[in-house]
């Protein structure tokens, strides 16, 4: 019995030993980041891809055409987020625009003449299938009444903490409904730390929407009922 005692303590002098050397390294577990974006915006009626009202054409700028937009804010500041057309701080952005996805980042200093800067239209439309370009996946959901986006934090420079607003409009010049209430940070989401797995959502009111006197009218269409953002790990 003494034998194996004093070979049992032995045995842990050599591995105290050999630790303080080095030999063995002990893993840590690494806490999981995330470094995986997705939005979701959801309306009361469907998300429109057919412009009905003008050509239809992404290459020119008409009055009137059907928009969705999703804004980020990474300047730090959580008190001037995005919300609207040209209101609040913003470096990059998403527009679904007739159907197509267009996506631009200014760069880490959001400087377009930096030459930092990645824009680039899908070639292809939304659909209800999943389609993928330029690491952007975007797809129809919940029986077209959502569209999904997502892709790689790397794209937006992996920033530490972001503010996301969303808009929606059939009309070039105006907001038909912006996220939240008129006043206050509830218009936009405030994600302090960009680089934890997360999940948040916000409910829009129904029928709270303006509407541009358009012919057919698509109100619903631009009714934004609800947003969410998750930062995954894939």
């Known amino acids: ?77 959580f008190n001037d987020g995005p919300y609207g057309n040209s209101v609040g701080s913003k470096q990059a952005y998403l527009r679904l625009d007739t159907g197509k996805l267009y996506f631009e980042w200014n760069g880490k200093h959001g400087n377009k003449d930096a030459g930092e800067q990645v824009d680039f239209w899908t070639s292809s439309a939304i659909s209800a299938s999943a389609q993928s370009e330029n690491d952007v996946e975007m797809q129809l959901v919940d029986d077209g009444s959502s569209f999904r986006i997502t892709f790689p934090l790397s794209r937006l420079g992996n920033p530490s903490s972001m503010e996301v607003g969303f808009m929606c409009s059939p009309w070039t010049t105006s907001a038909s409904d912006n996220l939240g209430p008129s006043t206050g940070q509830n218009k936009w989401f405030v994600i302090s730390d960009a680089t934890a797995v997360q999940s948040m959502s916000k409910d829009d009111p129904s029928g709270d929407n303006g509407w541009p006197e358009l012919s057919p009218n698509r109100k619903e269409n631009f009714d934004m009922i609800k947003a969410q953002v998750r930062l995954e790990m894939k």
Do not use: H
């Not at 003494?2 to 842990?12: A, D, S, W």
């Not at 002098?13 to 995330?34: D, M, N, P, Y």
């Open 1 to 77: 019995m003494k034998r194996l005692e004093g070979f049992l303590v032995f045995m842990l002098t050599i591995f105290l030993l050999v630790s303080r050397c080095g030999i063995f390294e002990i893993e840590e577990e690494e806490e999981e980041k995330a470094n995986t974006v997705s939005l979701t915006f959801t309306v009361a009626g469907k998300i429109q891809t057919d412009d009905p009202w003008t050509t239809g054409s992404i290459a020119v700028n008409e009055w009137s055409k059907p928009m969705y937009y999703i804004w980020f804010d990474m300047n730090g500041d």
